[in-house]
DNA sequence: ACCAAAGTGTAGCCACGGCTACATCGTTGG
DNA sequence: CCAACGATGTAGCCGTGGCTACACTTTGGT
């Protein structure tokens, strides 16, 4: 498959190891290409984390306006199905966020209370903040659910002071 | 595994098909439950994109700053190794938004270009806009990164309103 | 003209987050 | 009190996005 192909257009010159910029700017310790590499991977890192946030989140809401948290409660609130629930929860159980045994109900640990705690607080603030700054309702939920997970604590602190500013 | 242990503590009463809650609301139609099931949706969706946009962006860049984008420089910027550049490239291809030959570089189709422009627009919209909140700009960088992707026209537009009336 | 080294590609592994289909458990209404 | 039905669990599939190890191309310098 996919013979190489005459050599064609040949994209103009370019060595293999060019050598190496002098590092012309002030800061050779880090360059800008990395930075971008650590942000990107910072991003992937909160990413393993939002589902985590996700579910906690859910199942505390679950608890306080049902009761309890079932399986099938949570997929369909989260949207998935309830395989994907079992799976999941098995994971947050290895991680300590909740407990669960087979056919009962599922509970928080109490560091799945806080992080529920804390997303929750979080998530509050963002959709406030979207809705303070004009964003309809509807679309501010929306927004916030997926903005929610990658608001570092200064960012948050900047949309709190905003919201008293206000 | 897990075997099913005597029934123990019993989680309460708890009907399995519990006479269907008669639609207290005056929106019958979708209940919250399912809209938030919509949100989380469309959330993994947008992660679905996400991944394209960065990598579309950084092509652009590459492509500005020295004229062409390699699979190891992407590497390099994206923080992942060069296989999963390539495999990633291959899909963007798929999806017509790159075009690429074995051992050659990297080039956006008029698609591609189109997505990173609009994708570097966003971005800079979101960075100023944290930047004019008062979040630091290395803050603002990373934050920014896991946010663009979230951020729809309505928030983007609130956005721009903001920085307009600072 | 060669060849070493860097770049690129391929094989094959893993974890995650979806899913459908099927098996099992548990509750409750008859 | 037990069967039917809903809830839960299990098996096994898919695609994505990581990776390492190894193979093959290109290219600049000798």
Do not use: C, N, W
Request: glycine fraction near 4%; charged fraction near 30%; proline fraction near 8%.
């Amino acid at each position: 498959m996919t013979p190489p192909s005459p050599p064609t257009p040949r994209p103009a010159k370019r060595a293999h190891a060019p050598p190496r910029k002098p590092a012309s700017r002030p800061t050779p310790q880090s360059s800008p290409t990395q930075e971008a590499a650590l942000r990107y991977q910072e991003v992937r890192r909160a990413h393993a984390t939002e589902i985590a946030e996700d579910y906690v989140e859910a199942i505390a809401d679950l608890i306080t306006s049902s009761g309890e948290a079932r399986v099938t409660d949570l997929a369909r609130r989260l949207g998935v199905s309830h395989v994907t629930v079992v799976r999941t929860i098995a994971r947050l159980a290895d991680e300590d966020l909740v407990t669960a045994r087979p056919y009962r109900s599922i509970f928080l640990t109490d560091a799945g209370k806080a992080l529920a705690q804390r997303s929750r607080e979080r998530h509050e603030i963002v959709v406030r903040f979207l809705e303070a700054l004009g964003v309809p309702g509807d679309i501010a939920a929306l927004d916030a659910e997926g903005i929610e997970h990658h608001v570092s604590s200064k960012t948050l602190a900047a949309f709190e002071r905003y919201l008293r500013r206000k």
